[in-house]
T-cell receptor
């Protein structure tokens, strides 16, 4: 399974943008980049995913490097509710089981 | 908004006992998963299930574990003889279709405590 590298923790101020980086230098051509987050005492929650192009949805934006070896999850205005562990996960597009292999993720603290 | 539900929220059992954790996935979903998270550790994949059979399982999912979809709505994880190290949060998840781009929806989890 392709691996990702994320900082252990990051801090942000409320209502400011947050850029969460992820390195995936061994990504293959069929791997999708997924982001999930886990709020305290809850199950993981889907945030966004992409393959090659940048993506936007109501929760966040995903910026993917041209060589696909890294990506950045962007929260445009962090709220206290965004404090969570954020996971960057690669899934193999040639496999249909779709299992998610979680790393340690980035723990995001949001300060009021 | 449809959601995955899990029961019970907390299960306490003695070592060696059998436990069944229950999940109701989202109704039109076809792919089902179990994950676990030991306290303070990362979320670990256990098993995926499609078309009434296991499609993939991890090394953790040994002969003590089994999964079943006994009817059209429930998806269960059975641990035959629990060990202390089985204490963890167990999350059920479901996905609508085959494409890996579809997101997985997770339930709130069952906390299993083995004493």
């Amino acid at each position: 399974d392709a691996k990702t590298t994320q900082p252990n923790s990051m801090e942000s101020n409320e209502e400011e943008p947050v850029h969460l980086p992820c390195n995936h230098s061994t990504i293959s051509g069929t791997d999708y980049i997924h982001w999930y987050r886990q709020l305290p005492s809850q199950g993981p929650e889907y945030v966004i995913h992409g393959l090659t192009s940048n993506v936007n949805n109501r929760m966040a934006s995903l910026a993917i490097a041209e060589d696909r070896k890294s990506s950045t999850l962007i929260l445009h205005r962090a709220t206290l509710r965004d404090a969570a562990v954020y996971y960057c996960i690669l899934t193999d597009g040639s496999s249909n089981t779709g299992k998610l292999i979680f790393g340690q993720g980035t723990t995001l603290q949001v300060k009021p | 908004e449809p959601e995955v539900t899990q029961t019970p929220s907390h299960q306490v059992t003695q070592m060696g006992q059998e436990v069944i954790l229950r999940c109701v996935p989202i109704s039109n979903h076809l792919y089902f998963y179990w994950y676990r998270q030991i306290l303070g550790q990362k979320v670990e994949f256990l098993v995926s299930f499609y078309n009434n059979e296991i499609s993939e399982k991890s090394e953790i999912f040994d002969d003590q574990f089994s999964v079943e979809r006994p009817d059209g709505s429930n998806f269960t994880l059975k641990i035959r003889s629990t060990k202390l190290e089985d204490s963890a949060m167990y999350f059920c998840a479901s996905r609508t279709g085959a494409w890996v781009g579809y997101e997985q929806y997770f339930g709130p989890g069952t906390r299993l405590t083995v004493t």
